[in-house]
């Protein structure tokens, strides 16, 4: 069993940066590839970013490329997600998830284990 916790949310002006964390426990992190999701209120959860297990591939949301960037450390078990020049749209929370295969996925029902998210405001 894996489970995941995120940090790093809160509230930031529009224009501004954030970087979330995601800690994974358990000994088999490099062997998932790992991806955020996110949900505003009153819409569906949707894909975000991920990446691959190795980290040698990510892929991104139309929405967030050029403003969003994936990266892990097997190391420390952990992916983390630099979010820059932050507009209001992107207020949701944010979840990290992992699936037990290498390659990305952008469909949430290939995801494995969930964390409990994080909270991501952006102010105009």
């Known amino acids: 069993q894996v489970q995941l916790v995120e940090s790093g949310g809160g509230l930031v002006q529009a224009g501004g940066s954030l970087r979330l964390s995601c800690a994974a426990s358990?000994?088999?992190?490099?062997?998932?590839?790992m991806g955020w999701f996110r949900q505003a209120p009153g819409k569906e959860r949707e894909f975000v970013v991920a990446?691959?297990?190795?980290?040698?591939?990510?892929s991104y949301a139309d929405s967030v490329k050029g403003r969003f960037t994936i990266s892990r450390d097997n190391a420390k078990n952990t992916v983390y997600l630099q979010m820059n020049s932050l507009k209001p749209e992107d207020t949701a929370v944010y979840y990290c998830?992992?699936?037990?295969?290498?390659?990305?996925?952008?469909?949430?029902?290939?995801?494995?284990?969930w964390g409990l998210g994080t909270h991501v405001t952006v102010s105009s």
């Open positions: 990446i691959s297990s190795s980290g040698g591939s990510t």
């Open positions: 998830a992992g699936r037990r295969r290498y390659s990305v996925s952008s469909y949430y029902g290939s995801y494995d284990y």
């Open positions: 358990g000994r088999t992190f490099s062997s998932y590839a």
